[in-house]
Structures are given as C-alpha cells and as structure tokens.
C-alpha cells in the first residue's frame, strides 16, 4: 500500500498559479501510473492528469470549453517520490478539492478511470475568487 500526503492548495484570485504537490510512502516501486483528480461543488470527483512514474509521458483531461492541458503542468520527482501539479491562470471554474493517486497499473489512454488506482490522498482544497 502507498500512502499520498498532498499540499499546495489554498486561496487565490483568477488569474493566479498555484502548484500542488504530493509526496508517497510506502510501497512506492510498486506504483507506475500517478494521477490528480478533483471534486468542483456539487459534481462528481473528475480527472485532472497523470503521469507515469518513469515521467515519460503525461495526460491531460480536455473540456469543451477549457484546455487544461494549456493552463496546467504535471511532473513527477522520482528521487522525492513526489508528483506535482502547476496551475497557472486559474479560473473561478477550478475550485475544487485535489486529489493524488496511484496505481500500480500504467498509465494508458484510460488513466482517468478511478478504479485504477488503489491508493489515494486526504485531498487538498483550492478556492479560486473572482
């Protein structure tokens, strides 16, 4: 089992960055795929990215209406068994609570389905204000 302990999160004013950060323990050469989720209000837990843990690649959840791909950046630190989360030019749409999680699975073109990853964090709160 991996444990996930994310930071990062807090207030901040549309336009600004904020860069979420999690760090596992535990079991963690067992882990090859790490994702970040979120819960918006009133809405189900959704994708955000991932990344393997070799950094090879990344994902990206495209919406409609917003690219996040053009406004966040996932890393990974192998030699800090830490993935990160850049988010810049927030938007007051990006509230939410951030979740990190691992999977022993790969990461592949259906990363963003939940039950892949056996391991999850407590979750981190962003508020961004207009």
């Known amino acids: 089992q991996v444990q996930l302990a994310e930071s990062g999160g807090g207030s901040v004013q549309a336009g600004g960055s904020l860069e979420l950060s999690c760090v596992a323990s535990g079991y963690t050469w067992e882990t090859k795929c790490m994702g970040w989720f979120r819960q918006r209000p009133g809405k189900e837990r959704e994708g955000v990215a991932a990344i393997p843990t070799d950094g090879t690649s990344t994902y990206y959840t495209y919406y409609a209406d917003d690219s996040v791909k053009a406004r966040f950046n996932i890393s990974q630190d192998n030699s800090k068994n830490s993935v990160y989360l850049q988010m810049n030019s927030l938007l007051v749409e990006d509230t939410a609570t951030y979740y990190c999680?691992?999977?022993?699975?790969?990461?592949?073109?259906?990363?963003?389905?939940?039950?892949?990853?056996?391991?999850w964090g407590q979750g981190t709160q962003v508020t961004v204000s207009s």
């Open positions: 999680a691992a999977a022993t699975a790969r990461c592949t073109d259906a990363w963003y389905l939940q039950f892949r990853y056996g391991s």
